[in-house]
């Protein structure tokens, strides 16, 4: 699966907050990240905070989200180089400096780079992924991409040959796989809705055992 790096410029106001939580969370769906939706949401919106905070609302800011290796990175660019993140000493009742903690908390690392005319302060979050185009799902999910990249129109060129499916391409393509399964089965005087039955009990089976 290809991931491939996007940028939202946003307004740095309070109600824009949840808004860019949903973008990530869409995102990270898109992407088959569900596990890290949480931390990255929790890290969009301290990052945001903290430029309303500390360079002010208003700020013309932008959300860059990419992959790093396995690990997840998301940046948060705006124009003031002066006002830089700190990290809050755990036993301060300060509340500068907060944020930060929390992302510290969360995050694999973070940092912030400094160019001409902005600031990216920026965390990478772990994904769980063992490869960087890899999948969650493990080997039935790496099969299941294989043969779903044998059906016309779902194998696209991509980074180390990998297979990048559209959601809405690979849905199309689930169907033709069943439907192909289901005449394999009927021309074999199969029973398809007994085998049916007994790969929902299977699958089931399996995900018991993997949450």
């Given at each position: 699966m290809s991931r491939k790096p996007w940028e939202l410029d946003f307004t740095a106001e309070p109600e824009e907050v949840a808004g860019l939580r949903r973008v990530m969370r869409l995102h990270l769906r898109i992407w088959g990240l569900h596990g890290v939706t949480d931390e990255a949401q929790l890290c969009v919106s301290e990052l945001v905070s903290n430029?309303?905070?500390?360079?002010?609302?208003?700020?013309?800011?932008?959300?860059?989200?990419?992959?790093?290796?396995?690990?997840?990175?998301?940046?948060?660019?705006?124009?003031?180089?002066?006002?830089?993140?700190?990290?809050?000493?755990?036993?301060?009742?300060?509340?500068?400096?907060?944020?930060?903690?929390?992302?510290?908390?969360?995050?694999?690392?973070?940092?912030v780079e400094l160019h001409a005319d902005r600031k990216a302060t920026w965390c990478e979050l772990a994904t769980g992924l063992a490869v960087p185009n890899g999948h969650l799902g493990g080997a039935s999910v790496t099969r299941a991409e294989a043969l779903l990249g044998l059906y016309p129109g779902t194998r696209l060129s991509g980074e180390s040959g990998t297979s990048r499916l559209g959601s809405t391409i690979a849905e199309e393509a689930v169907i033709d796989v069943v439907t192909d399964l289901l005449h394999w089965l009927r021309a074999h005087g199969c029973d398809s809705d007994e085998i049916i039955d007994r790969a929902q009990r299977h699958f089931d089976a399996q995900t018991e055992r993997t949450a």
């Open positions: 430029v309303i905070k500390h360079v002010g609302s208003g700020t013309p800011a932008t959300l860059a989200v990419s992959m790093r290796g396995i690990h997840l990175r998301i940046e948060v660019h705006d124009p003031d180089t002066r006002a830089l993140p700190t990290l809050a000493d755990t036993d301060s009742d300060a509340e500068a400096g907060r944020g930060m903690a929390l992302i510290d908390a969360v995050a694999v690392r973070w940092g």
